[in-house]
């Protein structure tokens, strides 16, 4: 039986809230904000074909739509309230909306954050969410803190690193041959992003600034830079790196960590005054955090290797118009 849009939206998106004032089914959600704090808002749009490949499995489609917009709230250290997801698909295709919704309301249970509305229409697959969350007012995290002296972190899973993603990517482009393992690996780097919502909340009122990575960690780090007004030198050889990336050539870690994109960690800067703190709160969360470099007042990115040696090398970050 052909399925409308209302049948649509009631049998795979209308859960019941707990939370909101209002969820799905009027013209307007109602979020209740707690006084004191301000509303985050922040929204990310996945295309087929640009964001993800048409073969990923609906689940973690699901749970990477969601995963990307809450690693904004991450990135501001703001705790996530709610959400609204604007849908575009071909067609009411049952097995695919289910597995959709099953892998993000999934993720949005794990962060205790409700759909709250949104919009549902045909056409190409294109997926666009809008995070709600808070942060006590003034102290949400921004790019525009670091200062000269920060130590300049990422976040990364334990014993694993960053670049895993654009090693998954590397694969299906046909550059780069895996095992089966290691491929399943990064791929779930790839499409099961886990975002550091709660790292984030831990570093406000420790760390001076943070950004999300999503572009590749130079791109990244070059808006923290130009917006705080500082340099950085960065040491290539303490980024975090995953056995399976540690494996391959030099050149295509640098490149993969560098420049990779769809990392999802978090970069931040705090003074090395508070080393152990920031230690102990991303011990305490289970997620780790590598120190790779130094904010330094003189502009520009200055990357040596480990025993302090500049390093050439051209690492383009990602950009949606300017690539192919
Ligand atoms: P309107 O015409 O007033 O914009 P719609 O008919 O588009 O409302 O949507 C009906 C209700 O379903 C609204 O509450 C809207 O927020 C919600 N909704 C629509 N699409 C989705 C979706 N993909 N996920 C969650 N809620 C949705
Ligand atoms: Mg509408």
């Not at 690693?71 to 705790?79: E, H, I, M, Q, V």
């Not at 993000?104 to 759909?115: Q, R, T, V, W």
């Not at 399943?184 to 984030?200: N, Q």
């Not at 904010?295 to 480990?306: K, S, W, Y």
Request: aromatic letters at 4%; a negative charge; hydrophobic letters at 45%.
């Amino acid at each position: 039986m052909a399925l409308g849009e209302f049948d649509l939206i009631a049998k795979f998106f209308k859960r019941p809230v707990r939370r909101a004032a209002l969820g799905v089914g009027d013209d307007c959600a109602l979020l209740q904000v707690t006084p004191g704090m301000q509303l985050a808002v922040s929204s990310d749009m996945l295309v087929e074909g640009r964001h993800f490949l048409s073969t990923v499995d609906p689940a973690r489609l699901g749970h990477k739509s969601l995963a990307v917009n809450l690693s904004d709230l991450g990135a501001c250290g703001a705790r996530p309230l709610a959400f609204t997801l604007a849908l575009s698909l071909p067609k009411a295709d049952p097995a695919f909306l289910e597995g959709f919704a099953r892998g993000l309301l999934a993720l949005a249970d794990e962060h205790g954050i409700e759909l709250v509305g949104g919009d549902t229409t045909a056409g190409p697959l294109n997926i666009c969410i809008t995070v709600f969350g808070e942060v006590p007012a003034g102290q949400a995290l921004l790019r525009s803190g670091a200062r000269a002296g920060d130590d300049l972190w990422v976040s990364h899973p334990v014993g694993g690193g960053i670049g895993d993603a654009r090693l998954a990517l590397e694969v299906f482009r046909g550059q780069v041959s895996l095992e089966g393992r290691d491929f399943d690996a990064a791929r779930r780097a790839m499409e099961l992003p886990t975002p550091r919502v709660a790292l984030g909340q831990a570093l406000r009122g420790l760390a001076h600034s943070a950004i999300d990575l999503s572009d590749g960690l130079l791109g990244d780090l070059g808006h923290v830079l130009r917006a705080s007004g500082v340099g950085v030198r960065i040491d290539a050889d303490a980024l975090p790196r995953s056995p399976v990336l540690a494996s391959q050539p030099r050149a295509l870690q640098l490149e993969c960590g560098l420049s990779g994109g769809d990392d999802y960690e978090l970069l931040f800067t705090a003074p090395p005054a508070r080393r152990g703190e920031v230690l102990a709160a991303a011990q305490a969360l289970g997620v780790g955090v590598a120190r790779i470099g130094e904010l330094q007042g003189e502009p520009g990115v200055r990357l040596v290797d480990g025993e302090g040696r500049p390093l050439q090398g051209d690492f383009p970050s990602f950009d949606h118009f300017l690539s192919a």
